[in-house]
């Protein structure tokens, strides 16, 4: 594509060292750059892209996008923002693929993968194609991709759409996270479908505070052509006030005119119920929705059974916020007669106001807690599991050690307990300050449990 008319997709916008050249790719990443791209200098968190604006030249970028003109012997086109810049230009090179591509965007604060796998099972049996993004599984017409953001960067995500859309799959069921929509990732995006799970306290630390949060989530409603919203919430009664137009369910109900819900759990009935709802919108007959949801055993880490022929129960959960604890934990006492055992941690760099709250939630339903190391992050572990045993009703048993924690968690379970470990879920790495490593709760649960031999 000319570079012309990439700086028309941006609208005013000056251009230094003007020429006409030809955009291969575009790339806001130096490791990603190839000969002929257009590189956005974004500045993040931790780097400003504009410092490495020759080290990209060197490595055959054909043009900058810059908040400020640079020594660098490249057309340059200078914007107001560079990250807000990327949607628009992502969506005319990537030729607007949503337009063709249904996409399905699941919102909400617990719920999205589960609705998100229950959509593409639908979908499947339906025998329509298409694709998936979680913060689990990418699928691009069938095949898997390695995993990254929930919602990933505009041009990651229309890059994304493009090749589904060359690959044959007609629909892209997706994540549409609060983050991203503040970042912009989502300009661009035709969005056929949007299904609001609920809205609950996370991500404070980024937001800041429930109504800027919950603006978020509504601006992704905004865009859809169809809302599917579940009243049963709070969040989700003010937005069917908003949007009147839109299909609503109530969390409470378990069964869907005549398509029976058979699955664990009232949260679990609602995330079906909104995929069904979602999938009517776009045509799909019953008997697929029932096949489609009838034919998922299990999401991987929502409320995933490890089964080493124990006689408890050990059930692995990202529940990672107050209100998707205390879902899961109710839960799982129907799984059994004895106690009810719990690991969980908090994450670091993450809203610390949830924290004594996640406390208070697990001393009320637990029998036994034991408080851990979840993914720290840059902070200290003994900090953040102070500032959730600031919640507890009680005392929690504190090992920051999580191998540990889980091996305790085990080795004390009798016949007939269950055993909740919370928190992280099929994440495959543990994110300490050093870096990260591999550990998988799933994992260390079986290596342990065969360890132990059956009792």
């Keep these: 594509m000319n570079l012309e008319r990439l700086v028309a997709a941006l609208g005013p916008a000056e251009v230094v060292n003007a020429a006409s050249v030809e955009i291969r790719d575009l790339a806001y990443d130096t490791r990603a750059v190839t000969r002929g791209s257009l590189f956005f200098c974004v500045r993040g968190a931790h780097a400003d892209g504009h410092a490495f604006a020759r080290t990209v030249a060197a490595a055959g970028a054909a043009a900058l996008v810059v908040d400020h003109p640079l020594d660098v012997d490249l057309p340059q086109i200078v914007v107001t923002d560079v990250r807000a810049a990327m949607p628009a230009a992502a969506t005319v090179f990537f030729d607007s693929p949503t337009e063709k591509l249904a996409v399905v965007g699941v919102t909400g604060t617990n719920g999205?993968?589960?609705?998100?796998?229950l959509l593409h099972a639908i979908f499947t049996a339906a025998g329509r194609k298409a694709g998936l993004l979680t913060n689990i599984t990418r699928l691009v017409g069938g095949a898997s991709r390695a995993t990254g953001l929930n919602t990933p960067e505009a041009i990651d995500l229309?890059?994304?759409?493009?090749?589904?859309?060359?690959?044959?799959?007609?629909?892209?069921?997706m994540e549409a996270t609060s983050v991203a929509q503040t970042h912009g990732r989502l300009t661009g995006t035709r969005f056929a479908v949007v299904v609001f799970t609920n809205l609950t306290q996370d991500h404070l630390d980024f937001h800041g505070t429930?109504?800027?949060?919950?603006?978020a989530k509504r601006a992704i409603v905004a865009q859809a052509e169809v809302a599917v919203i579940n009243v049963g919430d709070p969040f989700g009664r003010r937005l069917a006030e908003e949007f009147p137009a839109a299909?609503?369910?109530d969390d409470a109900s378990t069964a869907l005119d005549g398509i029976d819900l058979k699955l664990r759990g009232r949260f679990n009935a609602a995330n079906a119920t909104g995929a069904a709802l979602a999938a009517r919108a776009l045509g799909i007959e019953d008997a697929a929705i029932r096949a489609g949801i009838e034919s998922v055993?299990?999401?991987?880490g929502r409320f995933?059974?490890?089964?080493e022929g124990q006689r408890f129960a050990v059930v692995v959960d990202y529940a990672h916020t107050p209100d998707s604890l205390?879902?899961?934990?109710?839960?799982?006492?129907e799984l059994g007669e004895g106690r009810l055992i719990v690991v969980f941690g908090a994450g670091g760099d993450r809203d610390r106001s949830k924290r004594p709250v996640m406390g208070r939630v697990v001393s009320e339903l637990a029998?036994?807690?034991?408080?851990?190391?979840?993914?720290?992050r840059s902070e200290e572990p003994a900090a953040i599991a102070a500032d959730v045993a600031d919640g507890s009703l009680g005392s929690f048993e504190i090992e920051l050690d999580r191998r540990v924690a889980i091996e305790t968690a085990l080795r004390e379970a009798a016949p007939g307990d269950v055993v909740v470990i919370a928190g992280r879920g099929a994440e495959p790495e543990q994110e300490l300050a050093s870096g990260k490593i591999p550990f998988d709760d799933r994992a260390v649960a079986r290596e342990i449990l065969r360890r132990r031999g059956v009792s």
């Design 112 to 117: 999205k993968t589960t609705t998100a796998f």
């Design 158 to 173: 229309q890059r994304l759409f493009r090749e589904m859309s060359d690959a044959g799959d007609e629909i892209c069921v």
């Design 210 to 215: 429930m109504e800027q949060y919950f603006a």
């Design 247 to 249: 299909v609503t369910f």
């Design 297 to 300: 055993s299990g999401v991987p």
């Design 304 to 307: 995933e059974t490890i089964d």
């Design 326 to 333: 205390e879902n899961v934990l109710r839960t799982a006492c």
């Design 367 to 376: 029998d036994r807690a034991i408080l851990t190391s979840d993914n720290p």
